[in-house]
Nanobody, 123 residues
């Protein structure tokens, strides 16, 4: 299973961006989709996660500004980022956890990360 993220770029404070991440491979199911980020000189942190059943979780710093959503049919997760601040500047990594098909065997678990997409918020 591989993830491909897109949508990063440069934006002014107060602007918006939408990140996308699509999974490919012999996917049986995905129960958890999320986004982490890592700012320069800082540790990677969870930004948002969505689980089967519809539950979501956000970092306090992005609540009310970011929205995570998913398209199960397309194995895709989105992160809508509004009211962006300079502190949101970071490389954003999508990640997914689920199960994949195996030949002549039961599905097995996976937990993979995408390659990262850079978001720069600056005037």
């Amino acid at each position: 299973v591989q993830l491909q993220a897109s949508g990063g770029g440069s934006v002014q404070p107060g602007g918006s961006l939408r990140l996308s991440c699509v999974a490919s491979g012999s996917i049986f199911s995905i129960d958890r989709m999320g986004w982490d980020r890592q700012a320069p000189g800082k540790q990677r942190e969870l930004v948002a996660v969505t689980r089967n059943g519809g539950s979501t979780e956000y970092a306090d710093s992005v609540k009310g500004r970011f929205t995570i959503s998913r398209d199960n049919a397309e194995n895709t997760v989105y992160l809508q980022m509004n009211s962006l601040e300079s502190e949101d500047t970071a490389v954003y990594y999508c990640n997914m956890r689920g199960e994949y098909y195996r030949d002549y065997d039961l599905p097995a678990g996976f937990h993979v990360w995408g390659q990262g997409t850079l978001v720069t918020v600056s005037s």
